[in-house]
Nanobody, 121 residues
Framework: QVHLVESGGGLVQAGGSLRLSCVAS????????MGWYRQAPGKQRELVAA???????NAADSVKGRFTISRDNAKNTVFLQMNSLKPEDTAVYYC???????????????WGQGTQVTVSS
């Protein structure tokens, strides 16, 4: 089975930084897009940033210039460096990956369990 395990969330003051990590464990053939989403209370889940296996990235306008997504393909890991955090960044952050299973298996979306990020003013 494949699992995405996130780490790095926590409580930080406005203007501070946090670094989220997400590793895909289990047997995978390849991982295409990896990304981070977030969901604040009472709001829909939204894309924060995504990165392809080739390194192409995109990010929500609200985080451009503050958040940076990167990945280590050899370790099946994606990172989200969050700087200049604002109270409105408070949310549960979820890792997502499009994973192709071995033995000519399908490509399926996987989600992590979520990690809480709280930014105090």
């Amino acid at each position: 089975q494949v699992h995405l395990v996130e780490s790095g969330g926590g409580l930080v003051q406005a203007g501070g930084s946090l670094r989220l990590s997400c590793v895909a464990s289990g047997t995978v053939f390849s991982i295409n897009v990896m990304g981070w989403y977030r969901q604040a209370p009472g709001k829909q889940r939204e894309l924060v940033a995504a990165i392809t296996s080739g390194g192409s990235t995109n990010a929500a306008d609200s985080v451009k210039g503050r958040f940076t997504i990167s990945r280590d393909n050899a370790k099946n890991t994606v990172f989200l460096q969050m700087n200049s955090l604002k109270p409105e960044d408070t949310a549960v952050y979820y890792c997502n990956a499009q994973i192709k299973l071995p033995n000519d298996g399908p490509t399926l979306p996987y989600w992590g369990q979520g990690t809480q990020v709280t930014v105090s003013s």
